[in-house]
Nanobody
Framework: QVQLAQSGGGSVQPGGSLRLSCAAS????????RAWFRQAPGKEREGVAA????????SYSDSVKGRFTISQDRAKNTVYLQMNSLRPEDTAMYYC?????????????????WGPGTQVTVSS
C-alpha cells in the first residue's frame, strides 16, 4: 500500500559526501516515521536515522551522529539522507523505511514499509 523508491547511492572516496533520496507513494498518511537503515554483508541491519513526520524530530545512531542529516520534503513525500565525511565502514546497502510506531523507529521490527535498497560504497 506504501511504495518507497530510492535513489542517490553510488561510490565515493573516504571523506566524500552522498545524498540519498526516498520518495513515498500510496497510503503515506498511515505513517508517522520515516527512517534509513543499512546492512553490510555479514552484519545485522542497523538503524541509521529516523524522522518524525509531523514533528520533524530526528534521531540518529551514534555511529553517524554529526556526519549524517535526515530531512524531509512533506509536499513531495520525500525523505533525504545527507551523508558527509564518509568512512569505509559506512559501506552498506541502505534501505528507506516508514511506518507507524510509538516505539523506537530505529528498530527495524517497528516499521512496516521498506524500499528496495541502494548500495553505498566508500573506498579509496
Amino acid at each position: 500500500q506504501v511504495q518507497l523508491a530510492q535513489s542517490g547511492g553510488g561510490s565515493v572516496q573516504p571523506g566524500g559526501s552522498l545524498r540519498l533520496s526516498c520518495a513515498a507513494s500510496g497510503a503515506t498518511y498511515t505513517s508517522n516515521y520515516r527512517a534509513w537503515f543499512r546492512q553490510a554483508p555479514g552484519k545485522e541491519r542497523e538503524g541509521v536515522a529516523a524522522i518524525h513526520i509531523g514533528l520533524g524530530r530526528p534521531s540518529y545512531s551514534d555511529s553517524v551522529k554529526g556526519r549524517f542529516t535526515i530531512s524531509q520534503d512533506r509536499a513531495k513525500n520525500t525523505v533525504y539522507l545527507q551523508m558527509n565525511s564518509l568512512r569505509p565502514e559506512d559501506t552498506a546497502m541502505y534501505y528507506c523505511a516508514s511506518g507507524y510506531t510509538n516505539y523506537d523507529p530505529l528498530a527495524a521490527r517497528n516499521l512496516r514499509n521498506w524500499g528496495p535498497g541502494t548500495q553505498v560504497t566508500v573506498s579509496s
